[in-house]
């Protein structure tokens, strides 16, 4: 990856983020909750990924994202709900994240060891 394209993938995903809380702050939580619903990321990934290593690159990273999604991200989220209304939001996103990272850890592990997704 070169400086410009670095700068180029960076300066996207700022500005898709800053989008989307500024759309919370603006009073517009539904446009911020369809924003943060829609795959923003992994569409402006899938285009720069597709646009350097083709529709083959593309179609193996989202079998990818789509599994590693189901391992890590669902219960991350429901850790979150359910603690959450007991202990606050920084601790249940705390507990959550800690539980993504031990999810995604396994599932990459797993992942690399029986080359799943090359």
């Known amino acids: 990856m070169n400086v410009k394209s670095a700068v180029i ?8 983020t800053m989008i989307i809380v500024g759309l919370e702050e603006s009073g517009y939580p539904t ?3 369809i924003a943060t619903l829609m795959p ?9 990924i597709g646009e350097s290593k083709g529709g083959v690159a593309v179609s193996s990273h989202a079998r990818f994202v789509l599994i590693g999604t189901l391992v890590s991200w669902v219960p991350y989220m429901i ?4 603690l959450a209304p007991k202990v606050g939001a920084y601790k249940s996103i ?3 994240i800690l539980i993504f990272f ?5 599932f990459l592990l797993i992942s690399n060891k029986y080359n799943l997704f090359m």
């Not at 031990?102 to 396994?106: G, I, T």
Request: hydrophobic share 70%; proline share 0%; charged share 0%.
């Open 94 to 96: 705390a507990v959550g």
């Open 40 to 48: 923003v990321f992994t569409l402006v990934a899938y285009l720069f």
């Open 79 to 82: 850790a979150i709900i359910i």
């Open 31 to 33: 446009w911020s909750g």
């Open 102 to 106: 031990v999810c995604a850890a396994a």
């Open 9 to 16: 993938y960076f300066l996207t995903g700022g500005f898709i």
